[in-house]
């Protein structure tokens, strides 16, 4: 028998009850490597790492899912538009390294610019299928942040930059956590 067809305003709902803490505790650990690799390696393997960190956030982010709850390969669970929705968002944060590529090959500097400002943009959508601040105050504080620091500490952009996306996923954690306990 086949389970019976919810509304996109269902799925919504149904979304809106999710935890969404792997992908920021993903996020979370793939630019804290990177913060580490600022402060302690070449600046060439530093470039290595923040690539390979930062495009291994939604695998991370699966493997954590399983830890959370959230479960992101889970088969048996109902298919959900905004899921679908969700990882549309992730692609375009993907798609973006075709922007920070071409700059990194003129300035290698630009990299923590590029990656912090365009895989945040994400949230902007996110905060709209959850109907919560949340999604808009990471993408405009770390764009701010991002932006500011890239400009105010040139010599420290692979390690102030990094360490700051960090500090705004922190604050995201909890208020994701609190979400509930507010509405």
């Known amino acids: ?38 402060l302690t390696l070449s ?36 298919k959900n538009e905004f899921d679908k929705l969700f990882l549309f968002t992730v692609g375009q944060a993907i798609l973006v390294y075709s922007i920070a590529i071409p700059f990194f090959i003129v300035d290698y500097s630009s990299l923590p610019l590029t ?18 601040w949340v999604g808009i105050f990471h993408s405009l504080v770390r764009t701010i942040l991002v932006l500011s620091l890239w400009y105010l500490l040139p010599e420290h952009r692979f390690v102030a930059i990094p360490f700051a996306i960090v500090l705004i996923y922190i604050i995201t954690i909890v208020i994701l956590k609190n979400r509930k306990k507010a509405e």
């Open 43 to 78: 600046i060439q393997a530093t470039v290595w790492v923040l690539f390979i960190a930062t495009g291994c956030i939604v695998y991370l982010g699966m493997f954590i899912s399983k830890f959370t709850g959230e479960n992101f390969l889970d088969k048996t669970k109902p």
């Open 115 to 132: 990656i912090g400002i365009l895989t945040g943009l994400m949230w902007l959508p996110f905060s709209w299928i959850i109907d919560h």
């Open 1 to 38: 028998m086949e389970a019976p067809k919810r509304t996109l305003e269902e799925q919504r709902i149904e979304f809106k009850n999710g935890k969404f803490l792997a992908t920021p505790l993903a996020g979370l650990i793939a630019w804290s490597i990177v913060g580490i690799a600022g």
